[in-house]
């Protein structure tokens, strides 16, 4: 269960400065000295959903593949990438893992098997499919987890990525964050049927459905499902039901949703779920406020070296890009 708690700590203080930062550093963190945005970019927050990611990612292993969204830090942080480097990423500063080129949207760290980040909506689903069809081919003991929100199912790569997976017995988990929004509109009312896991089941998928902000329930769920697919049943989907605070970006103040259902949804708040079962276990609060300071600390020291770092030169324009081979970029 530290673990876990660590995890969520991380992930949530890791997007509280974020967003800060992107709103021009006002936090406790202090305020850019001409009080300018240093996130470049759009910055989708995950706040309120991390119990997912580190429920689900405390099974996988460095050789495992992931595939994320456009709202993919916990994600990110999950699967072992660099706090640091990330926040750099956010800052278009050339530490980053993309060499500031990706921004928020466009995270990936091969290294750790995070596949990236993703602006198009479902586009990750195809993705991940194909890079479990490599790991099947391949003979490898390895499996790739693949996020994506409600708001995906009702696109065609949904649809098509569960029905390949399927039909090749494809080590692959697919997890659907059911954050109850898409963008600026409520999924409920733009989705036929009961939703991401009946869909599945529908294509021969074994599903599970967990109360996604509750990190000990998403933790035993995504354990019997990833243990499944490791051992070659196939692919598998666990749809977690949890809730997005935040609005779309860093800057909606999200004014079209009902104020009674954020309170509601404020009330589930996963880590201080976690951090009450954690005091069961042990009752010393010491101990989980140092858990929360260290987080802090770490996120501090990481926004000190993005704000530091070198601005990616000129001719890193044209490097990590399709070429034609007419040397057109060189």
């Not at 059911?178 to 009946?198: H, L, V, Y």
């Not at 079209?256 to 009752?283: G, K, M, N, S, V």
Request: hydrophobic share 40%; with cysteine; aromatic share 6%.
């Amino acid at each position: 269960m530290t673990g876990l708690y660590r995890m969520m700590v991380r992930i949530r203080a890791f997007e509280n400065a974020a967003e800060a930062a992107s709103q021009g550093g006002v936090s406790a963190y202090g305020k850019a000295a001409d009080g300018t945005a240093r996130v470049r970019g759009p910055l989708h927050l995950s706040t309120g959903q991390e119990a997912v990611p580190a429920g689900a990612c405390a099974h996988l292993r460095r050789e495992d593949y992931l595939t994320s969204t456009h709202r993919g830090h916990g994600h990110t942080l999950a699967k072992g990438a660099d706090l640091g480097r990330m926040m750099g990423e956010l800052f278009g500063r050339a530490t980053g893992f993309n060499g500031g080129k990706g921004g928020s949207m466009h995270i990936a760290d091969f290294s750790v098997g995070m596949l990236g980040a993703n602006g198009v909506v479902a586009a990750g689903l195809p993705i991940a499919v194909g890079a479990a069809h490599a790991q099947k081919l391949q003979g490898r003991d390895a499996i790739t987890v693949c996020f994506f929100g409600d708001g995906a199912i009702n696109r065609g790569p949904f649809l098509e990525a569960l029905n390949w997976a399927g039909a090749y017995r494809l080590p692959v988990l697919f997890v659907c964050e059911d954050n109850r929004w898409s963008a600026t509109t409520a999924s409920g009312p733009m989705t036929s049927g009961p939703g991401a896991s009946a869909r599945a089941h529908s294509l021969g998928l074994p599903t599970l459905q967990v109360d996604g902000n509750d990190v000990q329930a998403v933790h035993e769920a995504a354990g019997r499902l990833v243990a499944e697919v490791r051992g070659g049943a196939g692919p598998r989907l666990l749809q977690a039901l949890t809730y997005r605070v935040k609005g779309h970006v860093s800057v909606d103040l999200a004014g079209y949703r009902d104020p009674a259902e954020l309170q509601a949804a404020l009330q589930t708040d996963p880590i201080a779920r976690a951090r009450r079962r954690c005091l069961a276990l042990e009752p010393d609060e010491r101990v989980w406020n140092a858990i929360d300071a260290q987080a802090e600390q770490e996120v501090a020291a990481a926004l000190a070296a993005a704000e530091a770092a070198p601005w990616p030169t000129a001719d890193q324009a044209f490097t990590d890009v399709q070429t034609t081979g007419a040397g057109q970029w060189h």
